[in-house]
């Protein structure tokens, strides 16, 4: 289920203002090129942006998100009608067979149960061609990302809104599984502060080859994160060439 940040229409319309620098989206652009990929199903699509990316540079790109509001974002964005956008996640796609399917920034920690995160890894695969390819980023545990995740704040004005003030507060963490929950606060010029909580599932290398395997993939890489040196790592994994 999307949490109040992706599926809250006020949030949902903050999120490309307060996050405008997503450079860390080329390295995935470069990697579908890499892999030599025609179409691409994002999931986890959120407001759009990777997938109008893609768009613009001629590919076929599915987007799929459980959230309603980040959808209506992405789809009033320019080049939106060359994106197929559909409401749901990725145990609910509809046939096809894509190239590579992709999972940019937090979506792979959403999944906070191995049946959850077992299930989505199927419905990637079944939507991937034999041959296709799996990326997705997911934040290095040993680095402990959330003990600097402060409360320190930061206001940003907003056109038509005005000044909105966010800052994050880590509420629980919780060890085997390793789960970090932690409230972003969205203080609007109202006074109204919106708090949205999400927690995000840290999973070891062991138990995401572990997952991967099971599911059906072949693991082809792991490489480090550019923009977060050492403490992220970007799976590249492949749906074998048999059809099984």
């Known amino acids: 289920m999307p949490d109040a940040a992706s599926d809250d229409p006020r949030l949902a319309a903050l999120y490309d203002v307060l996050d405008p620098d997503r450079s860390?989206?080329?390295v995935y652009a470069d990697l579908v090129t890499e892999l030599g990929a025609g179409s691409v199903l994002d999931v986890g699509c959120g407001t759009g942006t990777f997938a109008v990316m893609l768009a613009e540079r001629g590919l076929a790109v599915t987007g799929v998100d459980?959230?309603?509001?980040?959808l209506d974002v992405a789809r009033a964005k320019p080049l939106a009608d060359r994106v197929t956008w559909i409401h749901g996640d990725a145990t609910s796609l509809p046939p096809m067979q894509v190239d590579v399917a992709t999972m940019t920034a937090n979506v792979a920690q959403v999944f906070l149960t191995d049946v959850g995160w077992d299930a989505a890894l199927r419905g990637v695969r079944t939507a991937l061609r034999p041959g296709g390819h799996l990326v997705f980023e997911t934040r290095v545990p040993g680095r402990r990302a959330w003990e600097s995740w402060t409360a320190a704040r930061s206001t940003t004005e907003v056109p038509g809104i005005g000044a909105v003030t966010e800052w994050y507060e880590v509420t629980d963490m919780q060890e085997?599984?390793?789960?970090?929950t932690f409230d972003a606060h969205n203080l609007f010029p109202d006074g109204e502060d919106i708090v949205s909580t999400s927690t995000l599932r840290f999973r070891s290398r062991e138990e995401l080859d572990a997952s991967l395997h099971a599911a059906?993939?072949?693991?082809m890489d792991v490489r480090d994160a550019p923009d977060r040196p050492g403490g992220e790592w970007v799976y590249v994994a492949r749906r074998p060439l048999s059809t099984d």
């Open 24 to 26: 860390d989206l080329e």
């Open 176 to 180: 085997d599984p390793l789960l970090v």
């Open 66 to 70: 459980p959230a309603g509001a980040s």
């Open 216 to 219: 059906g993939f072949e693991v």
